[in-house]
Nanobody, 130 residues
């Protein structure tokens, strides 16, 4: 059974960078579209970025475009979220999600659609503070 574990969260100052990792075990990420989501205190969870199964297509929510980059290394069975120029409002718990044979849609909000066998990680806390 596929399991996901996020790592790389922590405390960073505004303008700093962090790289989150989403490592899979119990199966391969091949044919899975991966999404990164976040939930800030008191707010609903929102889609941040996604990458399709072959890495050729990526999508981002407008608030992180130009600052965040999603990538995948299927040999390492890991997906990454490089976060640069972090802002206070990026503070949240970040989750990765994998959905088999799915697509990433951006309307009305960024989300994974179609496919099946959706798996979520436990989350990684990112705190941006001076």
């Amino acid at each position: 059974q596929l399991q996901l574990v996020e790592s790389g969260g922590g405390l960073v100052q505004p303008g700093g960078s962090l790289r989150l990792s989403c490592a899979a075990s119990g199966g391969t990420l091949t044919y899975y579209t991966i999404g990164w989501f976040r939930q800030a205190p008191g707010k609903e969870r929102e889609g941040v970025a996604c990458i399709n199964s072959n890495g050729a297509v990526t999508n981002y929510v407008d608030s992180v475009k130009g600052r965040f980059t999603v990538s995948r290394d299927d040999a390492e069975n890991t997906v990454y979220l490089q976060m640069n120029s972090l802002k206070l409002e990026d503070t949240a718990v970040y989750y990765c999600s994998a959905r088999y044979a799915s697509v990433c849609l951006t309307a009305p909000v960024l989300h994974l659609a179609q496919g099946y066998l959706e798996v979520w990680g436990q989350g990684a806390l990112v705190t941006v503070s001076s």
